[in-house]
């Protein structure tokens, strides 16, 4: 059972707390009624679904209920790090090279 | 007396405590702090069981975990009755009784002992090869009969009487193994303050110091040692020390999970201890002192009984007190079987030679044999055993050939050498490496906050395993944050040191396909079978372990992975790191069900809902059913009704006059804020601005792909404030999916949601005389469908309570919903029955009200569609605001696929034969006499029989139905077809006067 850190609760808490939900920093779009066929495809079906770091949604479901985002290594299964909704995409990642 | 072969002062049981047991029948007595295996070994016992799939006759190959051969059915009594249990790990109580298994109609003579001698048909990828033609042979002949043979052991066929504990734990330092090892790295950890757990699988700490009577510690014996640390250990307030207590998995983040067997081992455990207890601790550094074990001799017929690892034979002597043989054989490849060889000398058994495959090797132990007078035999080779079931005679001959010599014995101890327990550490995701020099895979590359110490990290040598696992201990509790220990480390003043050995097949293991020299005893897989799974192309050990079945056994290949590997690298040509070793799982040993349930079985598997109305539907003797976690009043059977009988009166009484249901488990949602209407509008199909407070509207809710995701009633209180229903099975998606919205895409709306489902008890009243039951009761709410037409909410009281008041219907009656707050929601119900009393109201349940809402039509989500129905497609179109320019699912509705003709769309169905009720989920067919399989352009969704409309009505998804109104279709069954006409959606008061009559 992985342990994840909740960025609003500020603690670590077991997995079973948790629920996650998909892919994260997919925006739906202001004007999604105009958008092509195209661009609702990506938007709504397409998925990165990497070998490696993957950033990727989460909701504390049984504790704070707040949905956050969390970068993680879907190889070792690793969380890299968590960050609040809404925050953008980290630039730089804690202990992993690029 | 327990048993002929317990020698007098040998040993460290107590001789006073005799434990009386029995095995397949016979009686035998045993002491106290026996395993079973040590017991009926006393007793000169040495067959116990027959081989998987030759039958052959097998006694104990070890004194521990990795027993493959010695599985004994245990049965307490009928309901506890556990098969497979190891008899080297079952302690004995008074009055044990064990069965053997795998044999039929006796242990003895055993029918299926016929495979070993038709055992050609029987080779690698036997299963593969035999049962692939034809195929339908395979449920009705192949698979029953496999399974009928294959079954090690029975299971128990009544509900476990037993309870399972379960714990969660945090510590600092958790050691894994409570040897020489796992001790020192604990005391190490313990002493700095850190909070350690140390868990061992055997009663008594100690490991291999269990054996090794060479070994002094601070001036004790091994062992003597080992209790002395332990009672310090255990006395010590930041340690808890856990023996019988198995670590079967290593997971993510230093998650591991333990079982301890409370009672097994207790001859009356009493109810209120529990069987078995699982732990499941996160630790900030593990610590692995698993040992290592002892690996057998791979040669002709090395299976028979009384042929066993030379550490257990030290083991059953030096710590049971028991001689496994009178005249043993010993057969080697390193220096450890020479101790086990010294220990039985000395203690008066009969040496009648020691075989070692070895050319000139030297050392003290050796000299030591030598000395007590032991015949020793340097490159040689034992090439076959005689006996069948038991052991007589070992064959010795050069290993390069020569002349054979037959040397009578009634045991053989064999050693080839140890393999590093890397169990865990390779469940941690560590990876292993080879040591070329020393030929075993050692911890190489960690995953995670753990470290290895002693001979599971190779390391050999008493003096040197306690000098790397003290630093160890010391240094994971100074990771885990605690200070640095002022303890002093326990002083090796003699150990025993095990040598290398060898890997795969010796002289005596073929060529000869007709050997069985066995490498996997517990699935009877040979020397021969890896050879020829290689000639057949399995060139990866992953293949060649499946399709010889070698290592998947239920002891996973403890003794016999590293043989296997080894003689396929041999087969191949190839070095050993080339082929690869079998990654492994949990669990480490055989975990049982009960705990890794625990207590969720039976009323606690799940939770149970019930609403405040509850009580009162059971006095009256409702029958319910199961709708997600709630219990539902079903139907309310009247003096003897069956359900039919009751679902047709209880149709006819609503409709008639009026009646009362229990709608309580609605999902309820409240949605507060000055954005609510904004709000609303996103997540609903329908205009919500401008809908007036106290007005309802039956809304619509989407997924982003246009699909319907849920419906219910919405009333708005107030400008800011909405009412929102959902499906009682939907509330807690819907409440995410709105949450999801709200948190992610439209944070910037100034909105609450809360969930006030078990808020408010919800008593639906339905009927031309429902007005009359609720308006005595009500206070502050004109009842006029002037001031409160249908579709409307008020707040008020009723019988001096609060209420949110609907005016709605689920029925196509003039109808109410009353919402009170859950602790009235009884007294209200009786009180609004009372009234009904007067009219002669009925209670019905949820089956009259799935009828009455498809007499009209009205649609349940997750029945009449299934997540591919749009709101078009349900004939819902006028529920979404067509100028609304964005609300989630719009853009989904725009896909090409959603806008096609042809579409599956809801319609009603009528039997040609009134008196036909479908089936719900029939398929539905244009044309009845096309070939099979016909083309099925839809499906039965709903079909009841309506007492109201005299006939049956059904509602079904059929493409283009809303073109085929008048149609003929037909339902094709196994007793015939049965033919419908497509009609509209509602059948019941079309125009709908009844909402207001
Ligand atoms: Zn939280």
């Given at each position: 059972m992985l342990l994840i850190r909740c960025p609003y609760c500020e603690e670590e808490r077991p997995e079973l707390e948790f629920r996650n939900a998909g892919e994260a920093h997919i925006a739906r779009s202001a004007n999604i009624a105009g958008e092509s066929d195209d661009d609702f495809e990506k938007f709504f079906f397409i998925r990165s679904?990497?070998?490696g770091v993957i950033h990727e949604r989460w909701r504390h479901m049984h504790g704070c209920a707040r949905f956050f985002n969390a970068v993680r290594d879907?190889?070792?299964?690793?969380?890299?790090m968590t960050y609040k909704a809404g925050?953008?995409?980290?630039?730089k990642l804690p202990g992993v090279a690029k | 007396m327990s048993g002929a072969f317990r020698i007098p002062?040998?040993?460290?049981?107590?001789?006073a405590k005799t434990a009386r047991f029995s095995f397949d029948g016979q009686a035998y007595a045993g002491v106290e702090g026996d395993t079973l295996a040590s017991a009926l070994l006393a007793n000169?016992?040495?067959?116990?069981g027959r081989s998987f799939k030759y039958h052959r006759p097998r006694g104990f190959?070890?004194?521990?975990?990795?027993?493959?051969?010695?599985l004994v059915q245990i049965a307490r009594d009928d309901a506890r009755k556990t098969p497979n249990v190891r008899a080297t790990v079952q302690e004995l109580y008074d009055g044990l009784a064990a069965q053997s298994q795998n044999r039929w109609p006796s242990l003895a003579f055993?029918?299926?002992?016929?495979n070993d001698i038709a055992s050609p048909f029987f080779s690698a990828g036997f299963y593969y090869k035999t049962?692939?033609?034809?195929?339908?042979?395979?449920?009705?002949?192949y698979e029953p009969k496999i399974r009928a043979a294959a079954g090690l052991g029975v299971s128990p066929?009544?509900?476990?009487p037993d309870h399972y504990a379960a714990r969660f734990a945090h510590c600092d330092v958790l050691v894994l193994g409570g040897g020489a090892a796992g001790i020192a790295a604990a005391l190490a950890a313990a002493e700095t303050g850190a909070s350690v757990m140390l868990a061992d699988e055997?009663?008594?700490?100690?490991g291999s110091l269990r054996f090794e009577t060479g070994a002094r510690i601070d001036g004790q014996d091994g062992f003597g040692w080992a209790q002395g640390a332990i009672a310090k250990l255990k006395a010590m307030d930041n340690v808890r020390v856990l023996s019988r207590?198995?670590?079967f998995g290593y997971y993510a983040q230093n998650f591991v999970g333990l079982v301890e067997?409370?009672?097994?081992?207790?001859?009356n455990p009493g109810?209120?201890?529990?069987r078995e207890r699982l732990w499941q601790v996160r630790a900030k550094r593990v610590v692995l002192a698993t040992g290592a074990i002892e690996r057998h001799m791979v040669f002709?017929?090395?299976?028979?009984?009384?042929?066993?690892?030379a550490s257990a034979a030290r083991t059953y002597l030096n710590?049971?007190?028991?001689?496994?043989?009178?005249n043993v054989g010993v057969y080697t490849?390193?220096?450890?079987?020479y101790a086990a060889a010294i220990d039985l000398k000395k203690a008066?058994?009969?040496?009648a030679a020691i075989v070692d495959l070895r050319d000139n090797p030297t050392g003290p132990v050796i000299d030591e044999a030598r000395a007590l007078g032991i015949e020793i035999n340097f490159?040689?080779?034992?090439?076959r055993a005689g006996g069948k079931?038991?052991?007589t005679s070992m064959t010795v001959q050069p290993k390069n050939g020569g002349g054979e010599r037959t040397i009578p014995v009634d045991a053989v101890l064999m050693s080839a050498g140890w393999t590093p327990s890397v169990h865990l550490f390779s469940q941690s995701r560590g990876k292993v490496a080879f040591n070329d020099e020393t030929k075993r895979f050692v911890p190489g590359t960690?995953?995670?906050?753990c470290v290895s110490v002693g001979a599971c990290n190779g390391t050999d040598g008493l003096a040197a395993t306690v000098d790397e696992a003290y630093a160890a201990g010391a240094k994971a509790a100074k990771d885990a944050g605690a200070k640095a220990a002022k303890g002093t480390k326990p002083k090796v003043d003699a150990g025993e040191s095990w040598s290398r050995g060898m890997l795969g097949a010796a002289?005596?293991?073929?060529?000869?396909?007709?050997?069985?020299?066995?490498?996997?005893f517990q699935n009877d897989v040979t020397a021969k079978d890896i050879r020829q799974a290689v000639h057949e192309g399995m060139h990866s050990i992953e293949h060649v372990k499946r399709f010889?079945?070698?290592?998947?056994?239920t002891d996973q290949g403890k003794t016999s992975n590293m043989h296997g590997l080894a003689i396929a690298a041999e087969t191949l040509g190839k070095p050993i790191p080339q082929v690869g070793l079998t990654t492994f799982r949990a669990p480490y040993t055989p975990v049982t069900f009960g705990s890794i349930v625990g207590h969720a079985r039976?009323?606690?598997?799940d939770p149970t809902r019930r609403t405040a109305i509850h009580p009162w539907a059971e006095a009256q003797g409702a029958v319910f059913e199961d709708v997600g976690q709630w219990k539902r009043a079903w139907y309310f059977p009247k003096g003897g009704e069956d359900m039919h009988a009751a679902v047709d009166r209880e149709c006819v009484g609503v409709r008639k006059t009026a009646g009362l249901f229990d709608a309580s488990t609605l999902g309820k949602i409240e949605v507060v804020g000055p954005d609510a209407a904004k709000f609303m509008e996103l997540l609903y199909t329908n205009p919500w601005e401008?809908?007036?407070?106290?007005r309802c509207r039956y809304g619509i809710m989407l997924r982003e792909d246009g699909f319907i995701y849920d419906d219910g009633v919405v009333g708005?209180?107030?400008?800011?404030r909405f009412h929102v229903t959902t499906t009682t099975g939907g509330a807690p998606r819907v409440m995410n999916h709105m949450e999801d919205y709200l948190q992610t895409?439209?944070?910037h709306l100034n909105v609450w949601l809360s969930s006030i489902t078990e808020q408010w008890a919800v008593i639906a009243v339905q009927g031309p005389k429902s007005r009359n039951i609720i308006a005595p009761l009500v206070?502050?709410?004109?009842?006029?469908d002037e001031a409160l037409p249908h579709m409307s909410v008020r707040e008020g009281k009723i019988c001096g309570v609060p209420t949110r008041l609907f005016r709605m219907s689920f029925t196509g009656e003039r109808g109410f919903e009353v919402n009170v707050p859950a602790d009235y929601g009884q007294a209200v119900w009786e009180a609004l029955w009372a009234e009904g009393q007067k009219h002669g109201a009925v209670a019905y349940g949820t089956e009259t009200m799935h009828v009455l809402r498809a007499e009209k039509g009205y649609i349940i989500v997750g029945q009449?569609?299934?997540?591919?129905?749009t709101p078009n497609d349900a004939g819902l179109?006028?529920?979404?605001?067509?100028?609304?320019?964005?609300?989630?699912?719009i853009r989904g509705l725009a896909r090409p696929d959603l806008v096609a003709k042809g579409r599956k769309q809801l319609v009603g169905l009528k039997t040609k034969d009134t008196k036909v009720v479908l089936e719900e989920g029939a398929q539905i067919v244009a044309?009845?006499?096309?070939?099979?399989p016909m083309k099925m352009i839809g499906h039965v969704t709903s079909s009841y029989w309506s007492e109201n409309c005299g006939r049956s009505i059904a509602l079904a998804l059929v493409a283009g139905g809303r073109d085929r109104m008048g149609e003929t279709l037909y339902v094709p069954m196994p007793n015939g077809v049965i033919e419908v006409e497509v009609t509209g959606?509602?059948?019941?008061?079309e125009k709908g006067e009844r909402l207001n009559g």
């Open positions: 679904n990497p070998k879907t190889v070792t299964d690793k969380f890299i925050e953008p995409k980290p630039a | 002062g040998a040993g460290r049981l107590k001789q000169g016992v040495h067959l116990v190959l070890s004194a521990g975990a990795e027993e493959p051969n010695a055993d029918v299926g002992a016929v049962f692939m033609w034809p195929k339908a042979a395979w449920k009705s002949l066929d009544r509900p476990d055997q009663a008594e700490f100690g207590t198995t670590a067997r409370v009672s097994d081992h207790l001859q109810r209120e201890l529990a002709a017929d090395n299976d028979r009984p009384g042929i066993m690892l710590h049971y007190g028991v001689a496994v043989g009178k490849a390193n220096d450890s079987a008066g058994v009969n040496i490159g040689r080779a034992v090439v079931f038991r052991v960690y995953a995670q906050d002289p005596g293991a073929g060529p000869d396909t007709t050997v069985k020299a066995f490498v996997d010889t079945t070698n290592g998947m056994a039976g009323p606690l598997f401008k809908l007036e407070p106290g708005r209180l107030a400008p800011d895409e439209f944070p206070e502050g709410i004109d009842m006029s009449d569609t299934d997540g591919t129905v179109d006028w529920a979404v605001g067509k100028k609304k320019t964005d609300f989630v699912g044309d009845p006499k096309q070939s099979i959606m509602v059948f019941f008061d």
